[in-house]
């Protein structure tokens, strides 16, 4: 079935440093991957997403990258601050009549100041 | 534009009580998702309406139900609750257009 397979489920870094994020996926028919930031008491915020026909796709301090062939996607946050701490969930999607995403198991990130 | 909303923020059930859930999309979109989220099971899809119609379901028991009205609110109904239940259950909205989906805050439900 579908599935989505996420680490680590936590990650500590300074500030200043990278985070790196990694989502395997199963369902090879999956061509839209989101992430998401969720803080607490809120909502899941999209931050990023890709699409199966990029390879990269970065926005400022954010960047998210995408292996078809290893069904592999990850997100890279650099210079990391205290408020990227949260919960980062990845999902996968397939572009056909429906929206239904697959989420990951989440990833809580601190960032040490 | 507003974001989407949800009604009520927290809601406290005792079991085999039922539960109705509100969502407002943004303005303009057409389709709303609905996701329980809980910290045993993670984010799991429930259901996804466009256009007053459901589109795909999650594999979740009948006890859940959800509709769309003409102007793309949304509601979800669980009927006979369950200790399991309690949960943040999740909105999401979409235009339709490319997949973006943006969520709501979430009601908080807590069955006794």
């Known amino acids: 079935g579908e599935n989505v397979e996420q680490h680590p489920s936590t990650l500590s870094v300074q500030e200043g440093d990278s985070a790196v994020i990694k989502c395997t996926y199963s369902?090879?028919?999956?061509?839209?991957f989101p992430w998401y930031k969720q803080e607490l008491g809120k909502g899941p915020q999209l931050i990023i997403d890709?699409?199966?026909?990029?390879g990269e796709k970065k926005d400022q301090r954010i960047a998210v990258t995408l292996n078809k062939t290893a069904k592999h996607f990850s997100l890279h946050i650099t210079e990391t601050q205290p408020e990227d701490s949260a919960v980062y969930f990845c999902a996968a999607s397939t572009l056909d009549s429906s929206y239904k995403l697959i989420f990951g198991s989440g990833t809580r990130l601190l960032v040490r100041p | 534009k507003a974001g989407v909303t949800q009604t009520p923020r927290y809601l406290i059930k005792t079991r085999g009580q039922q539960v109705t859930l509100s969502c407002s999309p943004i303005?303009?979109?057409?389709?709303v998702s609905w996701y329980q989220q809980t910290p045993g099971q993670g984010l799991q899809f429930l259901f996804e309406y466009f256009s007053e119609t459901q589109r795909n379901k999650g594999n979740f028991p009948g006890r859940f139900s959800g509709r769309q009205f003409s102007n793309s609110r949304s509601e979800m109904n669980v009927s006979t609750l369950e200790l399991g239940d309690s949960a943040l259950y999740l909105c999401a909205s979409s235009d339709g257009g490319n997949n973006e989906q943006f969520f709501g805050p979430g009601t908080r439900l807590t069955v006794l």
């Open positions: 890709i699409r199966s026909n990029v």
């Open positions: 369902d090879s028919a999956s061509n839209y």
């Open positions: 303005s303009g979109h057409r389709s």
